[in-house]
C-alpha cells in the first residue's frame, strides 16, 4: 500500500520525557491532545486493543491516565465498521475513585476496523524501532514495552483477510 492511499491516523501517542506521553486525537471537531502518564500502561492497553480487535473482538477499550483524570478510546463493533467513543473522566474512574459513567463524550464516531488495527500497529512498530526495549523501560519507569503483544498483533494480523499490510514485518 502506498503511502498516499493510507487513511490519515485517527491516533498518535508519543514518549514526551520520563514518566509522559502525548496522546493526540484527530477529531472531527479538530485535533485534541492529552498529557498521559506512566502510572498506567496506555502503550499495553493500545497494543491489547488492537489485538484483540484483529481476532474479532467486538468492544475493546483503552486508558489513558493523566494526573488526574484519564480518556477512554472505547470501540465497539462486530463487522468491518466500528463505533467509537473518546470519554474523559475528571479523575481516575479506571481504579474506581470516580464512577464509570461519569464522563464526558469528546468525540464519537465511526472507524474501520482495519484502520484502527493499523494505526495501532504504526504507534507500536515507531516506538519499538525509534526508542527501543530499553529506553522505553527508562522513560516508562512502571511498564515494559507490551513486546509480546505487538508481536502477536504483527502474526495475527498476516492471518487477517486484509493481510496486505504491507509494512507489518
Known amino acids: ?22 496522546l493526540s486525537f484527530r477529531a472531527d471537531a479538530g485535533p485534541m491532545d492529552f498529557a498521559v502518564s506512566y502510572l498506567h500502561d496506555s502503550l499495553g492497553d493500545l497494543a491489547r486493543m488492537g489485538l484483540d480487535l484483529v481476532k474479532g473482538a467486538q468492544q475493546a477499550s483503552a486508558v ?38 461519569d464522563f464526558e463524550v469528546l468525540d464519537h464516531g465511526t472507524i474501520r476496523r482495519v484502520d484502527l488495527v493499523r494505526n495501532i500497529h504504526a504507534i507500536l512498530e515507531r516506538i519499538y524501532v525509534d526508542v527501543g526495549l530499553a529506553k522505553y523501560r527508562e522513560l516508562w519507569v512502571e511498564h515494559d514495552f507490551p513486546l509480546r503483544t505487538y508481536e502477536g498483533l504483527i502474526a495475527a494480523f498476516k492471518k487477517w483477510p486484509w493481510a496486505s499490510w504491507a509494512s507489518c514485518k
Open 1 to 22: 500500500m502506498l503511502e498516499e492511499d493510507r487513511p490519515q491516523e485517527r491516533i498518535a501517542y508519543v514518549l514526551s520525557g520520563t514518566g509522559w506521553a502525548t
Open 64 to 101: 489513558f491516565m493523566d494526573e488526574p483524570g484519564e480518556v477512554h478510546l472505547v470501540v465497539t463493533g462486530d463487522k468491518e465498521d466500528l463505533a467509537f467513543e473518546l470519554r474523559r473522566y475528571r479523575d481516575w474512574a479506571s481504579w474506581g475513585i470516580t464512577a464509570m459513567d
